[in-house]
């Protein structure tokens, strides 16, 4: 399961067991025999996984199968019927813990909420500031940085009318960087952009995967998953089908897996 093996250097952190052996690193976030239902319909079932805080995690299936709402589970935004999910030890589950969790993972949604009546500078300052008691001057400067990043900084006194669909999802992704993130949970957030805007976000995402930005992806942009996903989770009905490498997953499994091939063939890859 991914599980991220420790060096001599961070010692400290090891879990041991009552033999004295030393044993895995805690995960990041673990998704705990999870079940949630909307009505009749459950979406997850039973649902197992653990992520570390490395790589990128590409979620892949068909529509309904439970992959945003997994997503937002994680982050507190839905609520588990049955199960839990830890974030760094921390449960979803206890009210207390959703401002940290929220901190700790990063979410950008399929439409972006930019404040419309804030500029691209205050968007991205207001919360470090408010929340992360952050000096203005050192977040405006963090903000120039990430907009460097994003390629929007000659953007940073423009309101969200003025910016494209592909600059405000690039600006969301500032905005959760700015808060410092263990993780960034993306959902469908290329869905409602046109092919142009949709290579810009995704060019940011491939250079935040290569300097080792730790996310968790839905998505069906089928190139980023081949050259940006360390790991790829295939859902169906709700369940997990296969959680291998990308690599593993375009070769040997979708010549082993019917389904998953049906699904790559439906979507053209």
Same mark, same amino acid.
């Given at each position: 399961?991914?599980?991220?093996?420790? /060096?001599? $250097?961070?010692?400290?952190? %090891?879990?041991?067991?009552?033999?004295? *052996?030393?044993? &895995?690193?805690?995960?990041? +976030?673990?998704?705990?025999?999870?079940?949630?239902?909307?009505?009749?319909?459950?979406?997850?079932?039973?649902?197992?996984?653990?992520?570390?805080?490395?790589?990128?995690?590409?979620?892949?299936?068909?529509?309904?199968?439970?992959?945003?709402?997994?997503?937002?589970?994680?982050?507190?935004?839905? /609520?588990? $019927?049955?199960?839990?999910? %830890?974030?760094?030890?921390?449960?979803? *589950?206890?009210? &207390?813990?959703?401002?940290? +969790?929220?901190?700790?993972?990063?979410?950008?949604?399929?439409?972006?909420?930019?404040?419309?009546?804030?500029?691209?500078?205050?968007?991205?300052?207001?919360?470090?500031?408010?929340?992360?008691?952050?000096?203005?001057?050192?977040?405006?400067?963090?903000?120039?940085?990430?907009?460097?990043?994003?390629?929007?900084?000659?953007?940073?006194?423009?309101?969200?009318?003025?910016?494209?669909?592909?600059?405000?999802?690039?600006?969301? +992704?500032?905005?959760?960087?700015?808060?410092?993130?263990?993780?960034?949970?993306?959902?469908?957030?290329?869905?409602?952009?046109?092919?142009?805007?949709?290579?810009?976000?995704?060019?940011?995402?491939?250079?935040?995967?290569?300097?080792?930005?730790?996310?968790?992806?839905?998505?069906?942009?089928?190139?980023?998953?081949?050259?940006?996903?360390?790991?790829?989770?295939?859902?169906?009905?709700?369940?997990?089908?296969?959680?291998?490498?990308?690599?593993?997953?375009?070769?040997?499994?979708?010549?082993?897996?019917?389904?998953?091939?049906?699904?790559?063939?439906?979507?053209?890859?």
């Amino acid at each position: 399961m991914y599980i991220q093996r420790t /060096t001599n $250097d961070n010692y400290e952190s %090891l879990i041991h067991d009552i033999t004295g *052996k030393v044993g &895995k690193e805690m995960a990041m +976030i673990e998704v705990k025999n999870v079940t949630k239902s909307f009505g009749t319909l459950t979406v997850l079932k039973n649902f197992n996984v653990e992520f570390n805080q490395e790589g990128v995690t590409v979620l892949l299936g068909p529509s309904g199968t439970g992959k945003s709402t997994l997503l937002r589970c994680i982050n507190g935004l839905e /609520t588990v $019927d049955e199960g839990d999910i %830890l974030v760094n030890g921390r449960s979803v *589950k206890e009210k &207390k813990n959703l401002r940290d +969790i929220r901190l700790d993972c990063g979410m950008v949604f399929q439409r972006t909420v930019l404040f419309p009546h804030l500029n691209v500078m205050q968007n991205l300052t207001m919360s470090p500031v408010k929340l992360l008691k952050m000096d203005k001057a050192k977040a405006e400067e963090k903000a120039i940085y990430y907009l460097k990043k994003v390629g929007l900084e000659s953007k940073a006194k423009a309101l969200h009318n003025e910016l494209s669909g592909g600059e405000q999802q690039r600006i969301a +992704i500032a905005r959760a960087l700015m808060m410092n993130p263990k993780a960034l949970l993306l959902d469908e957030i290329t869905s409602a952009l046109d092919p142009e805007m949709t290579s810009e976000v995704l060019k940011i995402l491939e250079n935040l995967a290569a300097e080792g930005v730790c996310m968790l992806c839905v998505t069906h942009e089928m190139q980023f998953a081949k050259h940006a996903a360390s790991r790829i989770i295939f859902m169906d009905k709700g369940s997990m089908e296969a959680d291998v490498t990308a690599e593993e997953f375009f070769s040997t499994v979708r010549k082993e897996n019917e389904r998953i091939a049906k699904f790559l063939n439906f979507i053209g890859e």
